[in-house]
């Protein structure tokens, strides 16, 4: 399994701007990965993100809006940029340490878009 | 492209009963993975199970255990013995390989389970 941390845990933010999200993993992993769940829905795939490359983005996501960097093998971020209240969501990243193909998840960034 | 559908948006048992959780999915591949996926209040998300495909023995850890049935595809989960740390809404998951491990986790829409007590 793995630890992982994000920051904020939550932010209320206006219209127009941009928040970056950090997550950070007690161990290197190749695969990061960035989903989006909207209130009382599952989780949707934004991106996955591998250390040394672009990140790959899944339909209807895009680099502008979603920039995301991967530094090095423990750590990533996300950034929602010209935020709308339609992004107000919970963002959560989750990894997929050594040998194993589940995923482990942080506990999620809770945002709010005025 | 595979689908994952779990047919109970909403559940609610007593305490120390029971509870199945139901998932059905679609693949054409013969090797997969399965999962469940457990999110607390807290938001967290948990994993409580996983099911290789090419395993015919039923998964099992502590109070959870799923019946895997691959011809149906079927995938529930079981909880013995529900106790009120439960409650959570339940993911069903699939991904198709682990050769190629940026296959990305295909999710269910969830069941939100309520342990009464």
């Known amino acids: 399994s793995a630890v992982i941390s994000q920051k904020p845990s939550r932010d209320i933010c206006q219209r127009g701007t941009s928040l970056t999200i950090q997550c950070q993993v007690d161990?290197?992993?190749?695969?990061m990965f960035w989903y989006r769940q909207q209130p009382g829905q599952s989780l949707t795939l934004i991106a996955t993100?591998?250390?040394?490359?672009?990140?790959?983005?899944e339909s209807g996501f895009v680099i502008d809006k979603f920039p995301i960097s991967r530094p090095n093998l423990t750590f990533s971020t996300l950034t929602v940029s010209n935020m709308s209240p339609e992004d107000s969501s919970i963002y959560l990243c989750s990894v997929a340490p050594g040998s194993s193909y589940e995923q482990y998840f942080g506990p999620g960034t809770r945002l709010t878009v005025t | 492209a595979q689908t994952v559908t779990q047919s109970q948006p909403e559940m609610s048992v007593q305490e120390a009963e029971t509870v199945t959780l139901s998932c059905t999915y679609d693949t054409s591949e013969s090797n997969y993975y399965l999962f469940w996926y457990k999110q607390p209040p807290s938001r967290q998300m948990i994993l409580v199970i996983r099911?290789?495909?090419?395993?015919?023995q039923n998964a099992t850890e502590n109070r959870f255990s799923v019946n895997f049935q691959k011809a149906a595809k079927s995938f529930s989960l079981k909880i013995s013995d529900s106790q009120l740390g439960d409650t959570a809404m339940y993911f069903c998951?699939?991904?198709?390989?682990?050769?190629?491990?940026?296959?990305?986790?295909?999710f269910g829409k969830g069941t939100r389970l309520h342990i009464l007590p």
């Open positions: 161990s290197q992993v190749t695969m």
């Open positions: 099911q290789e495909a090419y395993k015919q």
């Open positions: 993100a591998n250390q040394g490359s672009e990140a790959t983005y």
């Open positions: 998951a699939f991904m198709k390989s682990a050769r190629n491990r940026d296959d990305k986790i295909i």
